[in-house]
Nanobody, 122 residues
């Protein structure tokens, strides 16, 4: 099973930006794509973004489209999540995942990181 390590969480004011990074120790042939989910207190876990292993395809949750960008990181087996125009309702624990992004755009997570807290104040 892959080990996933997230970094970059923290606190920011509304309208600000943060970048999260994630490193994966390994990715299976059947689950090579990486992504992000988030969970706010009292709410269900929500898909945020995913990217294929080669960076060719991405997909985003409706609530973050146009504000967040997922990209292949500069280091091997890493991805970054660039979050702009942050809002208080973006406050959540953000989880890095490995899994598979299928042709329909649906993402199927397999392994999860421990999560990193993002807090956006108004």
């Amino acid at each position: 099973q892959a080990q996933l390590v997230e970094s970059g969480g923290g606190s920011v004011q509304a309208g600000g930006s943060l970048t999260l990074s994630c490193w994966a120790s390994r990715r299976a042939f059947t689950a090579p794509d990486m992504g992000w989910f988030r969970q706010a207190p009292g709410r269900e876990r929500e898909f945020v973004a995913a990217i294929t292993w080669n960076g060719a395809n991405t997909n985003y949750g409706n609530s973050v489209k146009g504000r967040f960008t997922v990209s292949i990181g500069s280091a091997q087996s890493t991805i970054d999540l660039h979050m702009n125009s942050l809002r208080p309702d973006d406050t959540a624990v953000y989880y890095c995942v490995v899994g598979r992004l299928d042709k329909s755009g649906a993402y199927h997570p397999v392994s999860w990181g421990q999560g990193t807290q993002v807090t956006v104040s108004s």
